[in-house]
């Protein structure tokens, strides 16, 4: 793919992050309709109005491309050309009226991600990234911490939502990394925690369960940013595996070690 034709694809990607993110910004303060898809996850109205924005946005420009998203699955396409689409990645957050969400846009090509959008709507902070490219914050250049102790270190992870079924391995790994780690934090919506990653707020992140809209564009870019991101079992990376470890590479392999129960 030409360079000016992954130049559009971003360009696409940031058009419907913010207009999406106006949607989103809409909602805040008032009431509106959520459900349960199951236990402890939710989808919202602004969920389902965010990605058919999103949709529309890249079908218009591209209407060949293949799409999956989130809430409406698979939408069939040339599977050379894929966008992977969350439109509000951090749910719980957003129905509580907590601000910390946002819209995450990945693109890839014959498999491999290639361009990524992350954008927070409320603080206007816009993550972005093309493979080989570097990774951005707004206009600014990011990169990963310098942090090279695990002592050091600041640390987020996730809960899956079948917590329960999983509690042990969950917990024990929390355990593991709590005892070790200077601080750790759960925020929330993986996307933002992969993309803080990028840019040095967090020093490693990891978390399990995850589908491929939450990881595809925030793992590009924190990739993009300097960050080493695998597996459980220290294996790179791929948005269909259901594990993920990312960290600034210094320590990876010791929090990898603390991983494995």
């Known amino acids: 793919m030409k360079y000016m034709d992954i130049e559009s694809i971003k360009r696409t990607g940031i058009a419907a992050a913010y207009s999406s993110g106006k949607i989103l910004k809409s909602y805040i303060g008032k009431f509106f309709d959520i459900r349960e898809k199951g236990a402890k996850d939710l989808v919202t109205e602004a969920d389902l109005h965010s990605e058919k924005n999103i949709i529309r946005t890249i079908q218009d420009k591209f209407p060949d491309h293949a799409i999956l998203a989130e809430e409406s699955g698979a939408k069939p396409g040339d599977e050379r050309y894929r966008w992977i689409i969350d439109p509000l990645d951090g749910t719980i957050n957003?129905?509580?009226?907590?601000?910390?969400?946002?819209?995450?846009?990945?693109?890839?090509?014959?498999?491999?991600?290639?361009?990524?959008?992350?954008?927070?709507?409320?603080?206007?902070?816009?993550?972005?990234?093309?493979?080989?490219?570097?990774?951005?914050?707004?206009?600014?250049?990011?990169?990963?911490?310098?942090?090279?102790?695990?002592?050091?270190?600041?640390?987020?992870?996730?809960?899956?939502?079948?917590?329960?079924?999983?509690?042990?391995?969950?917990?024990?790994?929390?355990?593991?990394?709590?005892?070790?780690?200077?601080?750790?934090?759960?925020?929330?919506?993986?996307?933002?925690?992969?993309?803080?990653?990028?840019?040095?707020?967090?020093?490693?992140?990891?978390?399990?369960?995850?589908?491929?809209?939450?990881?595809?564009?925030?793992?590009?870019?924190?990739?993009?940013?300097?960050?080493?991101?695998?597996?459980?079992?220290d294996t790179p990376y791929t948005i269909d595996k259901n594990e993920i470890a990312a960290t600034n590479g210094n320590f990876h392999r010791e929090m990898i070690s603390l991983l494995r129960l």
């Open 94 to 233: 957003f129905a509580h009226q907590l601000p910390f969400f946002c819209i995450s846009i990945a693109f890839a090509l014959e498999g491999k991600t290639v361009m990524g959008v992350v954008f927070n709507p409320l603080d206007g902070e816009l993550f972005s990234a093309v493979a080989g490219q570097g990774a951005f914050l707004n206009s600014n250049g990011i990169r990963v911490s310098k942090t090279t102790a695990i002592g050091d270190s600041l640390l987020a992870t996730g809960f899956p939502y079948n917590v329960l079924s999983e509690f042990e391995a969950v917990t024990g790994r929390l355990s593991n990394l709590m005892q070790h780690a200077q601080g750790i934090r759960r925020l929330g919506s993986a996307a933002l925690d992969l993309c803080y990653v990028g840019c040095g707020r967090l020093d490693g992140f990891w978390e399990q369960n995850l589908k491929p809209w939450d990881t595809a564009a925030g793992a590009l870019i924190a990739a993009e940013a300097g960050a080493v991101i695998t597996d459980f079992s």
